[in-house]
């Protein structure tokens, strides 16, 4: 059972404190080491009675994998918008989308709180908009935090109308595009003669794209070794280009000089299904 959560109803100084924890430096570290290994355990074992959020609602989402099928299981806070459930697909204010949102977007069957939904991805601006006013009185946030992130409803499929069955799929058109980016070196023999200062920002630059390899959203990313020398060639996943962009810039081998990018765009393609040869 899902607790109700009223985005209009006042909150107290613990729950304010808590909020204002969670967004420190000391509250990301737990969020990211901590909390996202612990909170699925604790909500199974407690049937949704306790997590590390404290007064925030948290539930046990559900879902099978986007590629692989298999079951997943993530904690998420929610919020109620009139008789329907609300989740925002944040991972910790990183640009990445978290995995669970292409999960559900591939399966949109799926259990919150140990009861049946199917997930609706809002695409509409305006109505995104909205949601995030209502979050933003939940969790107490700048009313700019966030607001690239998708907001996701999830319609509890016991309480359909008689009639047909609904059809395979009902979530909102997401328009996810394909970019590829060029990371051109500074010489055709960078790969193999790096100074240990270009090593370190090149390790940097590894980390720094770590939120979209996690997410599943970097689809192919590392070195590439041809005639001209060497280059490194990344293929991403993203609904929002100029997002994507403003992202690469801040790459610290581009904030650094030690290489540039040049960043284009696939209309179409097609990747081989895993388990194939």
């Known amino acids: ?97 978290p995995a669970w949102f292409y999960n559900l977007r591939a399966h949109p069957d799926v259990l919150y709180g140990g009861l049946p939904f199917r997930a609706e991805i809002v695409a509409d601006d305006a109505e995104r908009q909205r949601l995030w006013g209502l979050a933003d009185r939940v969790f107490l946030r700048s009313p700019t935090t966030g607001r690239g992130r998708r907001a996701v409803r999830v319609r509890d499929r016991g309480r359909r109308a008689p009639g047909p069955a609904p059809p395979a799929r009902r979530v909102r058109s997401v328009g996810v595009g394909t970019f590829v980016f060029r990371l051109i070196a500074p010489r055709p023999t960078f790969a193999l003669d790096m100074t240990d200062e270009e090593r370190e920002i090149m390790g940097r630059h590894a980390a720094y794209w770590q939120p979209y390899l996690e997410s599943g959203q970097m689809v192919i990313f590392g070195p590439v070794l041809d005639d001209t020398g060497s280059w490194g060639l990344g293929v991403v996943e993203a609904e929002d280009e100029a997002e994507l962009r403003a992202f690469a810039a801040g790459d610290p081998v581009v904030t650094t000089g030690t290489a540039r990018m040049e960043v284009g765009t696939m209309p179409a393609g097609f990747v081989r299904p895993r388990g194939t040869s």
């Open 1 to 97: 059972m899902l607790r109700y959560v009223d985005p209009y109803r006042r909150r107290g100084r613990l729950y304010g404190t808590v909020c204002r924890l969670s967004i420190s430096p000391a509250g990301l570290w737990l969020s990211a080491h901590v909390a996202w290994k612990l909170d699925p355990i604790l909500l199974s074992l407690t049937q949704g009675r306790l997590s590390t959020t404290g007064p925030l609602a948290a539930a046990l989402l559900q879902t099978r994998g986007a590629r692989s099928g298999r079951p997943r299981r993530n904690a998420t806070l929610y919020f109620h918008d009139g008789d329907r459930v609300t989740i925002v697909a944040s991972k910790r204010g990183w640009p990445a989308h």
